[in-house]
C-alpha cells in the first residue's frame, strides 16, 4: 500500500512560468512533509518541508502548499529555471515514530524547458 | 571532506557473489540509513541505524547485512547478490530525523548484478 503518492511521473515547464509538483498521502498520522530534488547521479537534497501545523512554508521561489482535510500537498516554483529540471520527491513522516518512518513517493522528473 | 562519501561510486558483480557498499560521515550523526532507488519504486528503506551497534531493519531488509561498529561508518554488504538487487543505493545520516530537518545523502553507488 503506497502511502505517499506522486501521480505524475513527469511535468513539463516552460522557463519562467510556475511549477507545479503534487503529492497525496494516505496516512493521518503524518505530521512533517518533506520535498527532496535529485539530479542524475547524485543524491537527493533536502528542499523544503512542512510541519502539519501550518498550510503554507515558502522559501525564496519554493512554496509548499498542504491541505490536511484532502491529504495533499504541492510544492509550488516560481519562477521555473533551466536549473529546477531534476527528479523531485515528496515525503511524509511521523514525528511520533521510529527513525525509519520517512517515506518516500516515487517521484516527478520535472523538465525545465526554454 | 566533510560530509556523506559512499564508495564505489559503480560497481559490477556477478550473481552468488557477495560485495558491500561503504559509507562514511563525517558530521558524527545518530541516525543513518540505507535506502535503494528503483524505476517505479522511488526510494526504499533498506535498513537504518539509531547509534553505534544499533540497526533496524526497513521495507526491504531481505538479503542485506549491516553492521555499525563506529558512529561514521555504516557498510551494506550483500550477502549473495541476485539480479533484482540491480539498483542504485543511496546512504543518508541525520542527527535528529524526527525533526523535520531531513536527511543528508551521499551520491550513491550504482550496482549491477550480472
Known amino acids: 500500500d503506497q502511502q505517499v503518492k506522486q501521480n505524475s511521473p513527469s511535468l513539463s515547464v516552460q522557463e519562467g512560468r510556475i511549477s507545479i509538483l503534487n503529492c497525496d498521502y494516505t496516512n493521518s498520522m503524518f505530521d512533517y512533509f518533506l520535498w527532496y530534488k535529485k539530479y542524475p547521479a547524485e543524491g537527493p537534497t533536502f528542499l523544503i518541508s512542512i510541519s502539519s501545523i501550518k498550510d503554507k512554508n515558502e522559501d525564496g521561489r519554493f512554496t509548499v502548499f498542504l491541505n490536511k482535510s484532502a491529504k495533499h500537498l504541492s510544492l509550488h516554483i516560481v519562477p521555473s529555471q533551466p536549473g529546477d529540471s531534476a527528479v523531485y520527491f515528496c515525503a511524509a513522516m511521523y514525528s511520533g515514530g521510529g527513525a525509519d518512518g520517512l517515506t518516500f513517493g516515487k517521484g516527478t522528473h520535472l523538465i525545465i524547458q526554454p | 571532506d566533510a560530509g556523506i562519501t559512499q564508495s564505489p561510486r559503480y560497481k559490477i558483480t556477478e550473481t552468488g557473489r557477495q560485495v558491500t557498499l561503504m559509507c562514511h560521515q563525517t558530521w558524527s550523526h545518530s541516525y543513518m540509513f540505507w535506502y535503494r532507488q528503483d524505476l517505479g519504486h522511488g526510494l526504499r528503506l533498506i535498513?537504518?541505524?539509531?547509534?553505534?551497534?544499533?540497526?533496524d531493519k526497513g521495507e526491504v531488509p531481505d538479503g542485506y547485512v549491516v553492521s555499525r561498529s563506529k558512529t561514521e561508518n555504516f557498510p551494506l554488504t550483500l550477502e549473495s547478490a541476485t539480479r533484482s538487487q540491480t539498483s542504485v543505493y543511496f546512504c543518508a545520516s541525520s542527527d535528529s530525523p524526527l525533526s523535520g530537518y531531513g536527511y543528508t545523502f551521499g551520491?550513491?553507488?550504482?550496482?549491477?548484478?550480472?
Open chain 2, 47 to 55: 535498513y537504518y541505524s539509531a547509534a553505534a551497534d544499533i540497526t
Open chain 2, 107 to 114: 551520491s550513491g553507488t550504482r550496482l549491477t548484478v550480472v
